[in-house]
């Protein structure tokens, strides 16, 4: 059974920095397509990062300098390490796995969330 559970979200001020975790189990991250999510209430989930499995990173432009996306294939955990937060990305993080496919991730299995407020 695969499982992924994310860690790290919290409340922060303007200016401030968090870092999340995705602990996966049941499946091996590396060799696979990896990424973080964000959603707000009435709003479309919007992909904030990505790591392919040769390494390779890609950010939605919102977040490009001041978040970084990482894995420890030994720990089988993916980060996201998020510097300069604004109160909008205010969001439920969601983290995500699954296979390369057709020039794209495709998204199969999901945590449950954690949290991020930032205030102004």
């Known amino acids: 059974q695969v499982r992924l559970v994310e860690s790290g979200g919290g409340s922060v001020q303007s200016g401030g920095s968090l870092r999340l975790s995705c602990a996966a189990s049941?499946?091996?991250?590396?060799?696979?397509?990896m990424g973080w999510f964000r959603q707000t209430p009435g709003k479309e989930r919007e992909r904030v990062a990505t790591?392919?499995?040769?390494?390779?990173?890609n950010y939605a432009d919102s977040v490009k300098g001041r978040f970084t996306i990482s894995q420890d294939n030994a720990a089988n955990t993916l980060y996201l390490q998020m510097n300069s937060l604004k109160p909008e990305d205010t969001a439920m993080f969601y983290c995500a796995a699954g296979p390369y496919y057709f020039a794209d991730c495709v998204f199969r299995y999901w945590g449950q969330g954690t949290q991020v407020t930032v205030s102004s």
């Open positions: 049941g499946y091996t991250i590396n060799n696979s397509c």
């Open positions: 790591i392919y499995s040769d390494g390779s990173t």
